[in-house]
Each structure stands twice: as structure tokens, then as C-alpha cells.
């Protein structure tokens, strides 16, 4: 009897504890609040928790903590994603645009393509035509092929060169000697215009006056002529081959004439690679 009644009293506590009947679970016997594990399909554990009434509700099998996941996962492909499509893009528009400047701006740059006469004469020769005078100039950079200039630029220098537009002394022939094209010449015909009707055979510089012929190639390593129309006055000159109409010693080779004519006249000279 005394063992019955000992079983009796430690069995008594566990009774009183154990759940209700049925898989939702009644009567009071948890506190609110209380989470118990239970089971889900496929092996997978729930929670059931205590309501208000002290007794477990239905198994619970994880929806809340599933949807959480998705959204976070969500977010964050669509962060990563728009993040590489802006990355990619602004790199693909660098760089497209740098090609294209840099081909734009380096073209042409470092072509040695003008050849520039500086005038060197200290005093008036008279007659209209002050300063160097100027009837040709060629170029040969492949043998036996003869090259004279696309276009000349002249700037004018001091002293009295007629241009053309009157008939008084001293320009009494009425010929231009302002005409810059008239050295884009291989110098076969020298010899001064005798009248208006006919073309200024020769350009004058006037004193320190220049001329810049474009040949429109790299003149570096060529042959240059430069025919100047000697006459009783010496009429010294310098020679420059540059990359722009304007002598400058970053823009020339070597940064200083490449051949000097003390005298005048013709000058024949080969052009330095550097």
C-alpha cells in the first residue's frame, strides 16, 4: 500500500501538466505567451503558443519567418542589380567618349607642314616692293615628284608694297605684289608683271614682313626650294618649317630656322626629321 500511494504522488504533478486532448490543444494548462515545438509536413518543426485561455493553439509551420526571408532576398537581388546596370553604364559612356575625343584632338598634331619665310631686309629697295620678293616654292619628299603649296598666308611687314589698287608712283604698273598665291609657284615665271592684265609674278614681304606656305604633308626629311627674285639689293631671309602658320620654338623643328639666305635668291636645303 505505502509503495501505491508513493507512485501515486510523484504520477499526480505530471497529470495535472500534461496537454489537453486534441491537436488544437484546451483547457488551462499553459501561460500566455509559452511557445511549445511541434511538427510540420515533411519533417519540418512549427511553434505553437499559448493564448489567453492557458492553452496552445494550432501548430504554426514557419509562413511568418518564409516571408520575411523572400523579402529581404528580394531586396536585395534588386539592389545588386540595379547597382551593376548603372556601374555598367557610366563605364561604357567613359569610355566611348574618351576614344572619340582623343582621336578628334590628336589629329594632325606634330605635322610639320608649313614652311614660313621671315624677311630679314633693313632697308626699302623702293619701287613698291620692300622686302624679300618671292616668285616660287617646291618640295620633293618621293624622287622626282615635285610638290608646290596648297595655300600661303602673308603677313605684311613695314616699308611701301603696292597692292594693286592704284596707279600712282611708285605702283605705276598697277600690279598687286600683296598676292601670297603667287609663290604656290615652281618660280618659272620670275620676271615681274609688266601690266594690271597680268598676275604679280612675285609676292613682296615688305621689312621683317613673313610668309607661311601649307603643303599639307609632314615636310620632315624633303627637299625645299625657295626662290626668292634677286635684285640689286641684298634682301636676306630665314627659313622655318613649322606645325602651324606661326614660328615659335615649341611649334618648329628644332625651335629655330632650319637654313638662312644672307643674300637673298635661291635657297636649297634639305629639311631635318628633328
Known amino acids: 500500500m505505502i509503495r501505491w500511494f508513493l507512485l501515486a504522488a510523484l504520477t499526480l504533478p505530471f497529470i495535472a501538466c500534461a496537454p489537453g486532448g486534441g491537436s488544437g490543444g484546451g483547457g488551462n494548462d499553459c501561460t500566455e505567451g509559452d511557445l511549445r515545438r511541434c511538427e510540420c509536413s515533411a519533417g519540418v518543426e512549427g511553434t505553437r503558443v499559448c493564448d489567453a485561455e492557458g492553452s496552445f493553439g494550432e501548430c504554426r509551420c514557419g509562413g511568418g519567418e518564409g516571408e520575411g526571408e523572400g523579402e529581404g532576398e528580394g531586396e536585395g537581388e534588386g539592389e545588386g542589380e540595379g547597382e551593376g546596370e548603372g556601374?555598367?553604364?557610366?563605364?561604357?559612356?567613359?569610355?566611348?567618349?574618351?576614344?572619340?575625343?582623343?582621336?578628334?584632338?590628336?589629329?594632325?598634331?606634330?605635322?610639320?607642314?608649313?614652311?614660313?619665310?621671315?624677311?630679314?631686309?633693313?632697308?626699302?629697295?623702293?619701287?613698291?616692293?620692300?622686302?624679300?620678293?618671292?616668285?616660287?616654292?617646291?618640295?620633293?619628299?618621293?624622287?622626282?615628284?615635285?610638290?608646290?603649296?596648297?595655300?600661303?598666308?602673308?603677313?605684311?611687314?613695314?616699308?611701301?608694297?603696292?597692292?594693286?589698287?592704284?596707279?600712282?608712283?611708285?605702283?605705276?604698273?598697277?600690279?598687286?605684289?600683296?598676292?601670297?598665291?603667287?609663290?604656290?609657284?615652281?618660280?618659272?615665271?620670275?620676271?615681274?608683271?609688266?601690266?594690271?592684265?597680268?598676275?604679280?609674278?612675285?609676292?613682296?614681304?615688305?621689312?621683317?614682313?613673313?610668309?607661311?606656305?601649307?603643303?599639307?604633308?609632314?615636310?620632315?626629311?624633303?627637299?625645299?626650294?625657295?626662290?626668292?627674285?634677286q635684285g640689286r639689293d641684298d634682301e636676306p631671309y630665314e627659313v622655318f618649317v613649322c606645325e602651324t602658320p606661326d614660328v615659335s620654338a615649341e611649334g618648329c623643328l628644332g625651335g629655330r630656322e632650319i637654313a638662312d639666305a644672307p643674300v637673298g635668291g635661291v635657297l636649297d636645303v634639305r629639311i631635318p626629321l628633328e
Not at 615635285?146 to 603696292?162: H, R, Y
Not at 609688266?194 to 599639307?216: K, M, R, T, W
Open 87 to 229: 556601374e555598367g553604364e557610366g563605364e561604357g559612356e567613359g569610355e566611348g567618349e574618351g576614344e572619340g575625343e582623343g582621336e578628334g584632338e590628336g589629329e594632325g598634331e606634330g605635322l610639320h607642314r608649313y614652311v614660313i619665310v621671315v624677311d630679314g631686309s633693313e632697308v626699302p629697295s623702293g619701287g613698291g616692293t620692300d622686302g624679300g620678293d618671292f616668285c616660287g616654292m617646291t618640295v620633293e619628299c618621293e624622287p622626282g615628284e615635285v610638290l608646290t603649296g596648297l595655300s600661303a598666308e602673308l603677313q605684311l611687314g613695314d616699308g611701301e608694297v603696292c597692292d594693286g589698287s592704284t596707279r600712282e608712283a611708285p605702283c605705276e604698273s598697277g600690279v598687286n605684289r600683296q598676292n601670297a598665291n603667287t609663290i604656290l609657284d615652281t618660280g618659272s615665271m620670275c620676271d615681274p608683271a609688266s601690266n594690271a592684265q597680268e598676275p604679280s609674278h612675285y609676292v613682296s614681304l615688305g621689312l621683317f614682313g613673313s610668309i607661311a606656305v601649307d603643303f599639307g604633308i609632314d615636310l620632315r626629311g624633303c627637299f625645299l626650294t625657295v626662290i626668292e627674285h
